[in-house]
C-alpha cells in the first residue's frame, strides 16, 4: 500500500516536483525516524490531500452534533464514506475559490463568531468556554466556520455570474402564486428542540423552561442550556424566516404567538419550543432602495491585501481628479458581470448584497466614492450613484419572488456545475477501505428544524 505522508521542510529554497500531486511528508526535527507517521494522506484531490487527521477532526465535529442534537449516532463504512466524499466537496470548492481569487480572511470569521456570540448575549471568549464545554474544539469550530462562509462565497459568486431571471418569470410566479406574499410574511425566530426520552421527565423539562422564561430568563441562554438542536450553540437562533419557508405544522402555530411570545409544538418524537423575536409586515414595509456601482480588485498570488488596496486607492483617486468611473470599471473591474456596465450593479434592496458590501454603501452620501474594502469576492470601491424609498407592495413582491425563483434555480444549477466540477477533477483514493461514495449524508452542518 503506498503511504502519502507530509514532510515539513525548514528552508526550500526550489521546486521539488512537477507533478499532478503534491505528496507532503511530516519528518520530526528531532531524532525521529520514518516509521513514526504523523498523518497519512487519504485522498488526493487535484494538488492536495486529505489526510487522515484532518479526516479524524471533521468526523470528531459531526458526532458531537448529533450528540448535541439528541440523535444516535452509528458509525459505518458507509457513513466514512460518504463524509469523506463530502469533504472531497468542500475541498474542490476551496481549490476553485483559490484559483479565482475567492478568500475569507480572519476578519470575517472573527466577525461571524462574534455575531454568533453577540446572538447568544455573549462575548467571544465566553461563548468560547461553552462551546468547549459542550466538547467541541473551538478551532475545529473556527475551522469549520471559516469553510461554510468559503463555500456559501463560492455558490454565491457562481449564481450571480449564472443564474438569470427575466422579467417574464417573476411576473408569471406572483400570477400563479397570488398569495404566497401574505401580510406578515417574515418571522424572526428561535426554538429549542427536546426530544421525547423515556427515562426522563419531558413535561417537566417544559415547564421548567416556560418558568425560567417568564421569570426574565433570556430565550437564547435557555437554548444553550436545555436545547439538543445544533443550533443550541447558537442560542436556538433561526433567523428571519419568509413564511414561505416555513412548514404548515409550524406556519399555522406562528400565527397564534405574539412577538415576545413562545410557543410549544409537538411532534411524534420531539417537542419544539418556538420564540418569536419580531415579525415585518410587508404591507407596510418602507423599502430602501440603492442604485450603485463598483470596481472589484481581486487578491492573487503576486497581487496581495496591500497590493489590492493601493491599486483601488490610485483607481479611487483618478476619478475624484476627474476620470470616469464607468472607464475604469471597464479597464480595470475583476467583475466581468459589471464591469461590462462601467461597474453598475442598477437598484438593489437591502438584504440583496453581501453585508461588507451594504454597510459600506449605507455610510455614503449621494456620489459618494468609498475607501477600499474588503468583501470575500475581494477588495471593492463603490459610489452611491442613488437612493430612494417605495411603498410600492407590487415592487415588494416581485423582489420577493426574484429572489425565491434564483434561490430554486441557484441551488439546481450550483449542484450540476459541482457534479461536473468533481468529475472533472483529479480524484484518487490512497486507502482501500475507502472508496467512491457520493451519496447524500446528513452531516449536521446547518441545524435547522425547518430544513
Known amino acids: 500500500m503506498e503511504l502519502y505522508l507530509r514532510i515539513v521542510y525548514m528552508d526550500i529554497r526550489k521546486k521539488i516536483f512537477n507533478f499532478n500531486f503534491i505528496i507532503i511528508i511530516i519528518i520530526s526535527l528531532c531524532n525521529y525516524s520514518y516509521s513514526e507517521v504523523v498523518d497519512q ?48 466537496e468542500i475541498k474542490l470548492q476551496e481549490n476553485y475559490a483559490k484559483r479565482i481569487g475567492i478568500e475569507v480572511s480572519d476578519e470575517m470569521v472573527n466577525n461571524a463568531l462574534l455575531n454568533i456570540a453577540s446572538r447568544t448575549n455573549n462575548n467571544l471568549q465566553t461563548f468560547k468556554e461553552k462551546i468547549e464545554k459542550q466538547g467541541v474544539n473551538f478551532n475545529n469550530y473556527r475551522n469549520e466556520i471559516r469553510a461554510g462562509l468559503l463555500t456559501q462565497a463560492v455558490e454565491q459568486n457562481f449564481v450571480r455570474a449564472n443564474v438569470k431571471v427575466s422579467d417574464s418569470e417573476i411576473n408569471a410566479f406572483v400570477k400563479n402564486n397570488p398569495n404566497f406574499l401574505k401580510k406578515d410574511t417574515e418571522f424572526l425566530l428561535s426554538n429549542i428542540l427536546i426530544t421525547k426520552k423515556t427515562n426522563r421527565n419531558n413535561e417537566e423539562i417544559l415547564k421548567k423552561i416556560k418558568s425560567k422564561f417568564n421569570q426574565g430568563d433570556k430565550f437564547s441562554s435557555l437554548a444553550m442550556s436545555y436545547s439538543e438542536s445544533g443550533n443550541a450553540l447558537e442560542g436556538g437562533s433561526l433567523g428571519w424566516r419568509k413564511i414561505f419557508d416555513i412548514p404548515d405544522l409550524f406556519k399555522e402555530s406562528l400565527q397564534d404567538i405574539q412577538i415576545g411570545g413562545l410557543k410549544v409544538i409537538e411532534t411524534e418524537e420531539s417537542f419544539h419550543i418556538i420564540y418569536l423575536e419580531d415579525k415585518k409586515s410587508m404591507g407596510g414595509l418602507n423599502l430602501t432602495e440603492f442604485h450603485s456601482r463598483h470596481i472589484l480588485i481581486k487578491e492573487s498570488a503576486i497581487l496581495g491585501p496591500t497590493e489590492a488596496k493601493s491599486k483601488l486607492l490610485d483607481i479611487r483617486n483618478r476619478i475624484i481628479n476627474g476620470e470616469d468611473f464607468s472607464t475604469l470599471a471597464q479597464a480595470h473591474s475583476e467583475d466581468k458581470v459589471s464591469a461590462a456596465n462601467g461597474g453598475d450593479l442598477g437598484w438593489t434592496m437591502i438584504g440583496a448584497l453581501v453585508p461588507a458590501f451594504e454597510k459600506s454603501l449605507l455610510k455614503l452620501e449621494i456620489n459618494q466614492i468609498s475607501s477600499p474594502f474588503k468583501t470575500e469576492f475581494g477588495w471593492h470601491i463603490t459610489q452611491l450613484l442613488g437612493k430612494r424609498d417605495s411603498h410600492n407592495l407590487d415592487k415588494v413582491m416581485k423582489n420577493v419572488a426574484r429572489q425565491k425563483i434564483v434561490a430554486e ?6 449542484n450540476t456545475w459541482l457534479s461536473k466540477l468533481r468529475g472533472s477533477s483529479y480524484i484518487r483514493y490512497v486507502l482501500p477501505e475507502f472508496n467512491d461514495a457520493q451519496k447524500e449524508i446528513d452531516i449536521k452542518e446547518n441545524w435547522d428544524p425547518f430544513s
Open 409 to 414: 434555480k441557484g441551488k439546481e444549477s450550483y
Open 41 to 88: 494522506a487519504l485522498v488526493i484531490v487535484e494538488d492536495d490531500v486529505i489526510t487522515d487527521r484532518e479526516f479524524a477532526l471533521k468526523k470528531q465535529y459531526v458526532v458531537t452534533q448529533y450528540r448535541l442534537s439528541g440523535q444516535e449516532f452509528n458509525e459505518t463504512p458507509e457513513f466514512n464514506n460518504q463524509l469523506l466524499s463530502h469533504m472531497i
